[in-house]
Every structure is written in C-alpha cells, then in structure tokens.
C-alpha cells in the first residue's frame, strides 16, 4: 500500500533528551514536511524539504532539525533546546509542483510527551 | 499573524441538512485553498480544493466557494451524515518561493448529530 508511515505512534522525552520521530513515504514524492499541531491550534510548519539533500526552515524551526539523505526518509529530531515539545507531530509529502498544485498528503502523526 | 483564519472553532448540525464551514486569508498572495478533514489522533485527509481562477468546485457532497474580493472562502457539506463529524481545516499556499508552503487555518469542530 502506498502511502505515509509514522513511528513510532506514542514517544516519550526526558529532560535534556534528544529524540528523533521517523517519517517515510513509498508514493514517490520529492516534497516532504513536518508539521506540528497543539491543541486549539492549527498546523504550524517546523521543516520543509523540496529535494534530497536540500530543506528550509519554517515557521517554527527553532529546537528542531531534520535530514533528507533519501527521497523516501525525513526524519525529525526534537533536541533538548525544544523547551515545550509536547505536541502531536504530523508529516506531509507531496509530489512535484505541477498544475494539481500543492496538495499535501499526510502520516497518521506521532504524539510527543515530556516525562 | 494568523494569515489563515476559522472564526468558529466549532459548529453543530443536524444529519441531512447543511453545513456551512467559513474561512478567512488577508495575504493576496494565496491563489490556492484546500480543505482537510482531521479525525483525532490522525493525520488530516484532503478533501476538496480549488484555485484562486475559480469560484466554485464541487465533490459529491462537498462544495468549496471562493470570494477572492472578500477574501473568503466556505465549504459546503450536503447531506451532512454521522461519519462527516471532525476537525476540518482550511489552508492555502501561495506563488513562486511560498508555492509549497501550506499555511493553515485553527480548525472547525464539526459534529453532526442524529
């Protein structure tokens, strides 16, 4: 089946703890996001990759970092200096901008907790 | 700046009448909107879009409107059923560097009773 895999579903940090949330996609996109949700808010953008080896900061990048070493793979590090990083965490890719324009299809997300 | 707005964090309709879902932008840049349907602890769903050269699109049941001049947009669900009750969200993307960026809205509460 193609589509968007998330792990793990449930992840839980220490203080002063780097994890790392696990986002890959078998639909052959090039465009890859990760998203994270509060509640009451809407999605606010962390990380964007439009190509391997290539991604951009956004809204909200600070305490986060990312990898895009495959098409398939873009990984999210939460790092310690993420002082609230409680939230749920969800991924997008999305195929190459052409006419269909940029419709984002999305993992089932990663519910992160501090301990 | 909350570019993308959804002044109603919840709304409740009855099975087989309307619903109504409002959505608000102020950045003229935006050409194109989406809409997606979040059920809890999932990730959200595209469901319907449309592009800033139209003024209506239409699936089955779900109908998008566009008001470039308000600046506003609605999506239309008729008959709304039990299964339609979730958080739907309202986003949109822009032109040239922004263009794959999606800025969303806070999301509206549907639930749809029997």
């Known amino acids: 089946d193609g589509g968007i895999t998330q792990s793990p579903k449930y992840l839980f940090r220490k203080e002063g703890q780097n994890v790392t949330l696990s986002c890959e996609q078998n639909?052959?996109?090039?465009?890859m996001y990760w998203y994270r949700q509060d509640p009451g808010q809407g999605l606010r953008l962390i990380y964007y990759?439009?190509?391997?080896?290539?991604?951009q900061k956004g809204d909200i990048a600070e305490g986060y970092s990312v990898s895009r070493e495959k098409k398939e793979s873009f990984p999210l590090t939460v790092t310690s200096a993420q002082k609230n990083p409680t939230a749920f965490y969800l991924c997008?890719?999305?195929?190459?901008?052409?006419?269909?324009?940029?419709?984002?299809?999305f993992g089932a997300g990663t519910r992160l907790s501090v301990l | 700046d909350q570019q993308v707005k959804q002044n109603s964090p919840s709304l409740s309709v009855q099975e087989g009448r309307i619903s109504i879902l409002n959505c608000d932008y102020t950045n003229s840049m935006f050409d194109y909107f989406l809409w997606y349907k979040k059920y809890p602890a999932e990730g959200p769903t595209f469901l319907i879009s449309i592009s800033s050269i139209k003024d209506k699109n239409e699936d089955g049941r779900f109908t998008v409107f566009l008001n470039k001049s308000a600046k506003h947009l609605s999506l239309h669900i008729v008959p709304s059923q039990p299964g339609d009750s979730a958080v739907y969200f309202c986003?949109?993307?822009?032109?040239?560097?922004?263009?794959?960026?999606?800025?969303f809205g806070t999301g509206t509460r549907l639930q749809v009773t029997l």
């Open positions: 639909l052959n996109h090039d465009a």
């Open positions: 986003a949109a993307s822009g032109r040239g560097g922004t263009a794959s960026k999606l800025t």
């Open positions: 990759s439009q190509i391997v080896n290539d991604f």
């Open positions: 997008a890719s999305s195929p190459r901008q052409s006419v269909a324009k940029n419709i984002q299809y």
